[in-house]
């Protein structure tokens, strides 16, 4: 059975330096019929574990009345994950915030009378008896009992974000780790949140960023974000600005590596404020984050997910129940790197770039603290200077470059040196020019003296190939940065690594291809055989090239205007084999409803970009009606880019678009 355990730098798994890459993923905001192949998604991502939230809510909406069925079914999402091949942190709260309603807390725990999150008998005789419904649902599933589960947080942004401060803070979540002892939980990792002045109860502390803050309470474009700045500063400032408590950090950051639990996958928008993350967005401060010595990249959400259907009332963060903010009483889509109905994003794919990269040589990271130049910019403000940090052994290390901040422009930097030490032994790189936007790392050899203007992304045989859009002659593996963005490894008889624009995902059987359009691979080494229905194309380079045709589908789509705020779609033509059929619909407006049958059922807060939805999600129904709130020129909202206005508001469906998804077996 693997040991895990962790020191002051590292994480260690079998007395070796680990470095996982972890994805929010909540269970109960998604269909259990699809966890397999969500999963199976994820860790074509180069996820290892699979963090996620208890929502007591969701399991206790009504007191002593426990709902662990379908979706809600957290074994059966356990067992999920073992099946996968990934472990599991469960968050178990008792409070998760997570913007759902009340935090997670039911509502009738808040009617009993006694202040909540505090130091009181009462309230933790409620927590106990909560953990203890949550450890019979995995029971058995735990890491010493050959199951998943390797790690729990306790509670959430506590003395941060509500709660109590102070002694009496780390007096309150060391009673709640005592009762999860009590309970029956022992793993190897223990956690709690770091950010903000909140308390830790002397347990693991992790950190979270996010690149912005959709909670502020600004309707305005915010400053520059301190994420995208190498420093050995852990804490981000601006994670629940909206509660305006807490500041610093309380623990010892000597003692605990810097691990990073919660960089944002993406952002969920409010009412008030709606940031786009873009992939470029996540991927620079990713990277950031690796410069700045994180031995731990967890991502919130790494998943969407829809909220569930109360059966008192509805369940997300709502100014109604006291919270900042209004959120959507059913998307949380997140734009995270999995969307809200399992559509692989951009994001997926750059961040996938620093996944696979970890997957191979993140234990050699791991040993390699963290050197910022004195002359590096220390405020985001600076939209000047380049922003650099080296990480290093003593041996051999990476130089990390960001010339990247989200929403302004960085100036350029032309026939820059990149250059390792300060001696005559230093170590040079060949001049390059660094461009507005531009964020990288290079590999460099102490012991050789020598740097290479590309990035390792994988291993494939033991052979290392490398990515870049530099001509580096002497490297024998090395790929552009867009077949980079679109590589998949797999393991057959051996490792192959192959691109395709169309997602390779792990299957039941081997692998499949999630096509949307006509499939091209290419694949390093040949594979051992034509895979089934392909043909040989060729060879391009290193790689031997397969190609196939899928099946055409050119289903109808009919929209009729019912009202000024309200469509009705229709769709025919639909083909039965294709695996599901994502509607992208074009829409100007504040908010939008759908509903199907007469039901609601899925929602979203305009942002400019396509609201898009899948049909399988709902049976493949027949026709959906969408009604639009219109937006108007005093909405007193954030949006990236308004629209343009005829007259004082906007409320128009301008298109909505079928796009066909299918399975395609990668087998012979």
């Not at 990792?189 to 693991?204: C, I, K, N, P, S």
């Not at 001049?431 to 012991?447: H, L, Q």
């Amino acid at each position: 059975m693997d040991t895990f355990s962790y020191n002051n730098m590292f994480l260690t798994k079998n007395g070796e330096p680990w470095f996982p890459v972890m994805g929010e993923f909540h269970y109960s905001r998604y269909p259990c019929s699809c966890w397999d192949e969500s999963l199976a998604r994820m860790k074509a991502g180069g996820v290892n574990i699979v963090s996620t939230y208890t929502i007591w809510i969701h399991h206790e909406e009504i007191e002593n009345e426990y709902d662990f069925s379908e979706n809600r079914d957290l074994r059966r999402f356990v067992q999920c994950c073992a099946d996968a091949g990934l472990y599991v942190f469960l968050r178990i709260g008792p409070w998760v915030h997570g913007e759902i309603r009340n935090g997670g807390f039911p509502d009738w725990l808040l009617k009993k009378g006694f202040p909540v999150r505090e130091n009181n008998e009462a309230y933790f005789s409620e927590v106990k008896k909560f953990y203890s419904v949550i450890f019979d649902q995995v029971r058995g599933l735990l890491h010493k009992d050959g199951g998943p589960i390797i790690g729990i947080q306790i509670e959430n942004e506590y003395g941060h974000c509500g709660g109590l401060t102070g002694e009496a803070g780390e007096e309150h979540m060391k009673r709640l780790y005592s009762i999860a002892l009590e309970t029956g939980f022992d793993v190897p990792y223990f956690t709690a949140t770091g950010w903000g002045g909140a308390v830790t109860g002397g347990l693991l502390p992790v950190m979270g960023g996010y690149c912005d803050a959709p909670w502020d309470k600004r309707t305005t474009k915010l400053e520059p974000n301190p994420n995208y700045i190498f420093t050995h500063e852990r804490n981000d400032h601006n994670i629940g600005s909206d509660h305006e408590l807490g500041h610093g950090i309380t623990f010892d950051i000597n003692r605990f590596p810097f691990l990073m639990a919660e960089l944002g996958g993406g952002l969920q928008v409010t009412y008030r404020r709606r940031p786009v993350a873009t992939a470029r967005d996540i991927g620079a401060m990713s990277l950031v984050k690796l410069g700045c010595g994180v031995n731990l990249l967890g991502y919130y959400m790494y998943h969407g997910g829809t909220n569930p259907m109360g059966k008192l009332s509805t369940l997300q963060e709502s100014t109604a129940t006291g919270y900042p903010n209004d959120l959507p009483e059913l998307s949380y889509d997140f734009n995270a790197p999995i969307r809200e109905y399992g559509q692989i994003s951009d994001t997926f794919r750059e961040i996938k770039l620093l996944a696979l990269f970890l997957n191979d040589f993140g234990s050699s990271l791991c040993e390699m603290a963290a050197y910022i130049p004195d002359e590096n910019p220390l405020k985001p403000s600076n939209l000047t200077d380049l922003r650099t940090s080296v990480r290093h052994n003593g041996n051999e290390g990476y130089i990390f470059i960001n010339n990247y901040q989200r929403g302004y422009d960085m100036a350029e930097h032309k026939n820059v040196t990149l250059t390792v030490g300060t001696d005559e032994k230093a170590i040079r790189f060949p001049p390059i020019d660094i461009r507005n936007g531009d964020y990288m790392f290079f590999p460099f050899s102490i012991k050789e003296n020598r740097a290479w203007l590309a990035t390792p992304l994988c291993k494939i045989n033991g052979e290392t190939i490398y990515y870049g859009n530099y001509d580096v002659p002497d490297l024998k593996y090395l790929i552009t940065r867009q077949d980079a963005l679109n590589a998949w490894k797999i393991r057959l008889d051996r490792e192959y690594l192959v691109i395709s624009e169309n997602p390779v995902i792990p299957s039941r059987s081997g692998y499949e291809i999630l096509a949307t359009r006509d499939i091209v691979i290419k694949c390093f080494p040949e594979l051992p055989f034509v895979p089934r229905n392909f043909e040989k194309l060729g060879s391009e380079g290193i790689f031997t090239c397969y190609g196939m045709k899928v099946p055409v589908s050119d289903p109808s789509v009919a929209i009729k205007k019912v009202s000024d705020f309200s469509y009705e779609i229709s769709f025919s033509g639909l083909d039965p084999t294709a695996n599901d059929y994502f509607l992208d619909i074009d829409y100007v407006g504040n908010t939008a409803k759908m509903s199907v049958d007469g039901c609601f059922s899925a929602d979203n807060f305009y942002t400019g970009q396509p609201w898009e939805i899948s049909l399988r999600r709902f049976d493949f129904p027949e026709k959906i009606t969408i009604d639009i709130v219109p937006l108007r020129k005093t909405d007193d909202i954030y949006l990236e880019s308004w629209p343009e206005f005829d007259g004082e508001w906007a409320c128009e469906l301008r298109s909505a678009v079928l796009k066909a998804e299918w399975r395609v077996p990668l087998d012979g």
